[in-house]
């Protein structure tokens, strides 16, 4: 039988990106002159890629924004956001207990997020988690991204998973509706950025700590389906 595949979102989940988050996004709109967001806006701001970040800045600024202004501002916010990279972003209490307890009870694990790969893999990679993962799927690497099914089945397809043996954990909306798309199981976690309170998101399962995340509560899910 194929291994179970347990699949992660990055920001707000995996790891605590808000401070660099912030920085990069903040470096990148005073460019156009306009004032620094502060950590009390980061909920909405986060969850569809760096391109929809600076354009809910702007918008939360009330500032018109051009396609070909939003260009250079995200090649502005990359070069940025790479060059601080790892900064101050720590993977969450818990977390690299989770993954070694899970891939020692055969599970696979994998990444799926909406931050772009050139983005996302070397920030897993600096952090010193990037060999735990089968597979780390970014906004770009397929034509779809979540909320879209497509982005979570692909991910677990590439990572030689099946979907009817998978969940997903996240933190957000786009997690919680991907996998239902999918008809895939979801556990969400409180200590990312979402905008709505995660008991409303409508996941499976809500986990306080990683301590939570076990191969019991796992397989119990599974058995559900």
Known sequence: M??????????????????DL????????????????????????????????????????????????????????????????????????????????????????????NKIEELAIPLIEKLGLADRFAVIAGGDTFAVRKPEAGHLTGTIEKAGGDPRRAIMVGDSINDVLAAKNAGIPSIVVPFGYSDTPVEELGADRLINHFDELTPALLEEMLAGR
């Open 22 to 113: 912030i920085s990069s996004l903040n470096h990148t709109i005073a460019a156009a002159g306009l004032d620094p967001v502060g950590y009390e806006d980061l909920t909405h701001l986060v969850g569809h890629g760096a391109r929809a970040m600076i354009e809910r800045a702007f918008r939360l600024r009330g500032v018109p924004l051009t396609q070909e202004e939003l260009g250079p501002l995200l090649d502005r916010f990359i070069v940025h956001y790479k060059s601080e990279m790892p900064g101050e972003s720590r993977p969450f209490p818990g977390l690299a207990e989770a993954l070694a307890r899970l891939a020692e009870a055969g599970y696979g694990l994998a990444v799926c997020t």
């Open 2 to 19: 194929t291994a179970p595949i347990i699949v992660f979102d990055l920001d707000g989940t995996l790891v605590d990106t808000a401070p």
